[in-house]
């Protein structure tokens, strides 16, 4: 059974740093690209990173670039993201997500879900 | 970056009854994904490709579309599918989502 569990959340003042892990267990971590999405409360769903198998390339979108860093450990078969400069708008649950393309398709989709670790900014 | 736009943003359907849930991208995409989520609960990969069901879907569930109009569709509304539901692009970067369509039941 795919598993991802994340850890790391809490409540963090503005400007410091808070570092989120996702362990990650029952498919061969190191074949996967792996995101990070999140939530704010009562709102959408927004992309925060991506990063291919072998880590050597990395996706941000805008609102986090240069504050937000995404990594991984395939040794320990585990996901980081590492925060910086955090403001009251990356008040949110961060969810872990394995990401794969679809055999025989090309489609890409994030097809598996973690629980979410709630991270709050605020003095 | 492309914004995808969703329709209506809550809508509540009785049971029995059909639903089509509406995004619209901002420039043409090559597919779209949605997800389903739950209160509560970790978004589900609902349907991909468009139109392909994720593992586990009901049938009564459907997708479709092209280009910048894609829409998901219910044929029979059902009790358990109250959920909020969201589309996605990953046909470039920044991946986006839309804002959620919120379905509640009559």
């Known amino acids: 059974e795919v598993q991802l569990v994340e850890t790391g959340g809490g409540l963090v003042q503005p400007g410091r740093s808070l570092k989120l892990s996702c362990v990650a267990s029952?498919?061969?971590?190191?074949?996967?690209?792996m995101s990070w999405t999140r939530q704010a409360p009562g709102k959408g769903l927004e992309w925060v990173a991506s990063i291919t198998n072998s880590g050597g390339s990395t996706y941000y979108p805008d609102s986090v670039k240069g504050r937000f860093t995404i990594s991984r450990d395939n040794a320990q078969n585990t996901l980081y993201l590492q925060m910086n400069s955090l403001r009251s708008e990356d008040t949110a649950t961060y969810y872990c997500?394995?990401?794969?393309?679809?055999?025989?398709?090309?489609?890409?989709?994030?097809?598996?879900w973690g629980q979410g670790a709630s991270v709050t900014v605020s003095s | 970056e492309i914004v995808l736009t969703q329709s209506p943003t809550t809508m509540a359907a009785s049971p029995g009854e059909k639903v089509t849930l509406n995004c619209l991208a901002s420039?043409?995409?090559?597919?779209m994904n949605w997800y389903q989520q739950k209160s509560g609960a970790s978004p589900k990969l609902w349907i991909y490709?468009?139109?392909n069901l994720a593992s586990g879907v009901p049938n009564r569930f459907s997708g479709s579309g092209s280009g910048t109009s894609y829409s998901l569709t219910i044929s029979s509304m059902e009790a358990e599918d109250v959920a909020t539901y969201y589309c996605l692009q990953l046909s470039s970067y920044p991946l986006t989502f839309g804002s959620g369509t919120k379905l509640e039941i009559k």
């Open positions: 997500t394995r990401d794969r393309i679809i055999r025989g398709t090309g489609y890409y989709v994030m097809d598996a």
């Open positions: 029952g498919f061969t971590f190191n074949n996967y690209w």
């Open positions: 420039s043409s995409v090559s597919y």
């Open positions: 490709g468009t139109s």
